[in-house]
């Protein structure tokens, strides 16, 4: 399913929590929605799943109208950063609840899934640790079988090995079922290696969209070094956004066609040069300078 946010806000009395979201997520895509504490994600997550009512705009799935739309409700799967389940409930009597508002629900993936994970289905889920918290709530989700499944700092209380084994069922159900996933972090580290597009968000607003094979292709790092060190025209000619020298060595980030960056190092004639990949950190760092924000006031805590 095709997600589509178009002009919705939100407000809390004078708060306004979200303002004017425009959000477009492919179908089968991983879109990470970044931003410190604080930013709107968690607000813009609970409607985008139809928790809350945007006050103007709307959010659509394949052009439905999600709130107070059972239909499409029962295909996307929103899940807390602090998992809700019910007092006194059992992994199991969770089970039959989400089996009548799923309509895609497997007992056959629940009972692989709880086995895989080694959860007790019988125990009371508020006896378990966070991360085992964490796990039955996945176990939930995965089982539905959703179509969207939005997620709110996914991986928080879970452990490395965990961490793995829930984004290898995640990239499992995108790859098999065309699944789609919105997922919110603070932590770039994290969303890097996941997402196919990445939006930054900062009091309510959305700074920053774009497709992470576009962000790749547009910037890299260049360290060079030189017998003699070249003019400003080299700065210039090669698109430098920022740059430290060091000696002979300069080391610089480069936006823009980097296709033929190669061809115009080498015509200055450099001792020796490695162009490298940069981090989303990096990249949002001159990224959001040039938009006057700082990159650590905005993700990084």
């Known amino acids: ?28 895509t991983i879109h990470g929605l970044l931003g410190s504490n604080g930013a709107g994600k968690t607000t813009l997550m609970k409607v985008m799943s139809g928790i809350y009512k945007a006050d103007t705009g709307s959010v659509t799935y394949d052009d439905n109208n999600i709130f107070e739309n059972p239909s499409v409700k029962s295909d996307v799967i929103f899940m807390h950063d602090i998992p809700f389940f019910f007092k006194g409930a059992t992994l199991k009597k969770m089970a039959k609840f989400y089996k009548t508002m799923y309509k895609n629900w497997s007992d056959d993936r629940f009972r692989q899934l709880a086995a895989h994970f080694g959860i007790v289905t019988d125990k009371q889920l508020n006896q378990m640790s966070k991360g085992m918290k964490r796990q ?3 176990i939930l989700a995965f089982s539905a079988r959703p179509k969207v ?8 209380g879970l452990d490395p090995i965990m961490r793995k084994q829930v984004k290898n069922i995640l990239m499992q159900d995108i790859a098999n079922h065309n699944m789609t996933v919105v997922a919110s972090s603070h932590n770039l ?21 774009k497709e992470l094979t576009d962000i790749r292709g547009t910037h890299c790092k260049l360290q060079i070094a030189f017998k003699e ?12 956004v920022h740059h430290k020298t060091k000696g002979r060595i300069i080391t610089c980030i480069v936006k823009g066609n980097i296709d033929q960056l190669e061809e115009k190092v080498t015509k200055y004639n450099p001792l020796m040069y490695d162009i490298l990949p940069l981090t989303l950190e990096e990249i949002f760092t001159y990224e959001m300078g040039e938009l006057g924000y700082e990159i650590s006031n905005i993700i990084v805590e």
Request: negative net charge.
């Open 1 to 28: 399913m095709k997600l589509a946010v178009n002009g919705a806000d939100k407000s809390f009395g004078k708060k306004k929590a979200v303002e004017h979201i425009d959000l477009s997520v492919e179908e089968g």
């Open 136 to 138: 039955a709530a996945f």
């Open 149 to 156: 499944m939005l997620l709110d700092e996914p991986f928080d």
């Open 189 to 209: 580290r994290e969303m890097e290696d996941l997402c196919d597009s990445v939006s930054i968000m900062h009091d309510g607003k959305i700074l920053y969209h």
């Open 229 to 240: 060190l070249p003019g400003d025209e080299f700065f210039t000619d090669l698109n430098i």
